[in-house]
């Protein structure tokens, strides 16, 4: 029986983090190398991938970047093969990229638009392409690469609202139109959830795991008035750390979970606990 240090030893694996430019992905990216597997940062912003693999190389530990588009079926098989022609293997697939309007500057503004009632289609379906097919492709494409040596790990990457609806009060800023939490944001993190459950149990009596982590909300230079709503919200009474999730991706991808999968490991400072 190893012990519980080797437990989390990745010396040797090979991982992928999509989104791995973002706010989480890059701390995902820093953790398992600097628990000892080699990373492939790959983001859509192929030049941020590079400077992020660039900087952990630079700390002593073991990053490429890739630029990949999620939504294209070739982009992503070129990924999968990178990382297999750069370390001979493809052992952790960190499924992080995604569509978030904290983030989307192209929605940050759009208050008119968020609301349900008048929601467009055109960002209901881009958001489905890449937060639900975009994971799906992934976690195909690596499955097929896992399945040669019968061994892996897939995370996907959820949300609180994927679990329960957003307080869209703690979006209203004083003297301002309304805003709120988009309606996609919370049905493709729920997705998220049915595909993970349903690769977990479809590569049953295998050693092929795919599990979920959910975060709470992770503290980016938000206004004061959003950190204080949101923070009372929660048990702890703050908004998470950005490397307060690499505790809980690393028992993801390493050993110490090897008995868990189609399981959703619950991040969120106890947002969902009231």
Same mark, same amino acid.
């Given at each position: 029986?190893?012990?519980?240090?080797?437990?989390?030893?990745?010396t040797?694996?090979? *991982?992928?983090?999509?989104?791995?430019?973002?706010l989480?992905?890059?701390?995902?990216?820093?953790?398992?190398?600097?628990?000892? @597997?080699?990373?492939?940062?790959?983001?859509?912003?192929? *030049?941020?991938?590079?400077a #992020?693999?660039?900087?952990?190389?630079?700390?002593?530990?073991?990053?490429?970047?890739?630029?990949?588009?999620?939504?294209?079926?070739?982009?992503?098989?070129?990924?999968?093969?990178?990382v297999?022609?750069?370390?001979?293997?493809?052992?952790?697939? #960190?499924?992080?990229?995604?569509?978030?309007?904290?983030?989307?500057?192209?929605?940050?503004?759009?208050?008119?638009?968020? *609301?349900?009632e008048?929601f467009?289609?055109?960002?209901?379906?881009?958001?489905?392409?890449?937060?639900? %097919?975009?994971?799906?492709?992934?976690?195909? @494409?690596?499955a097929?690469?896992?399945?040669?040596?019968?061994?892996?790990?897939l995370?996907?990457?959820?949300? %609180?609202?994927?679990?329960?609806?957003?307080?869209?009060?703690?979006?209203?800023?004083p003297?301002?139109?309304?805003?709120?939490?988009?309606?996609?944001?919370s049905?493709?993190?729920?997705?998220v959830?049915?595909?993970?459950?349903?690769?977990?149990?479809?590569? *049953?009596?295998?050693e092929?795991?795919?599990?979920?982590?959910?975060?709470?909300?992770?503290?980016?230079?938000?206004?004061?008035?959003?950190?204080?709503?949101?923070?009372?919200?929660?048990?702890?009474?703050?908004?998470?750390?950005?490397?307060?999730?690499?505790?809980?991706?690393l028992?993801?991808?390493?050993?110490?979970?090897?008995?868990?999968?189609?399981?959703?490991?619950?991040?969120?400072?106890?947002?969902?606990?009231?």
């Open positions: 029986m190893p012990d519980v240090p080797a437990l989390f030893d990745l040797g694996r090979a *991982a992928i983090v999509t989104g791995g430019a973002g989480l992905g890059r701390q995902f990216c820093r953790a398992l190398a600097e628990a000892g @597997a080699q990373v492939l940062v790959a983001d859509l912003d192929s *030049a941020a991938a590079e #992020v693999a660039a900087q952990i190389s630079r700390d002593g530990f073991t990053a490429g970047g890739h630029g990949v588009d999620v939504t294209d079926p070739r982009s992503v098989e070129e990924m999968v093969q990178n297999v022609r750069r370390w001979s293997r493809f052992d952790i697939l #960190v499924n992080s990229a995604a569509l978030d309007p904290k983030f989307d500057s192209s929605q940050q503004n759009d208050t008119s638009d968020s *609301a349900f008048r467009p289609l055109q960002h209901w379906n881009e958001a489905l392409e890449v937060n639900l %097919t975009g994971m799906f492709l992934c976690c195909q @494409a690596a097929r690469q896992m399945k040669t040596r019968g061994k892996g790990s995370i996907n990457i959820c949300s %609180t609202y994927g679990l329960v609806g957003p307080d869209q009060r703690i979006y209203e800023q003297d301002q139109p309304p805003r709120f939490k988009p309606v996609y944001y049905v493709t993190k729920a997705g959830l049915g595909l993970t459950r349903y690769i977990a149990t479809y590569y *049953a009596g295998s092929i795991r795919c599990n979920a982590l959910t975060p709470g909300g992770v503290y980016n230079d938000h206004d004061p008035i959003f950190t204080e709503a949101y923070s009372y919200r929660t048990v702890m009474g703050r908004m998470a750390r950005p490397d307060e999730m690499n505790g809980a991706i028992f993801l991808a390493s050993d110490a979970s090897s008995y868990m999968t189609g399981g959703n490991l619950v991040v969120d400072g106890g947002w969902t606990a009231w």
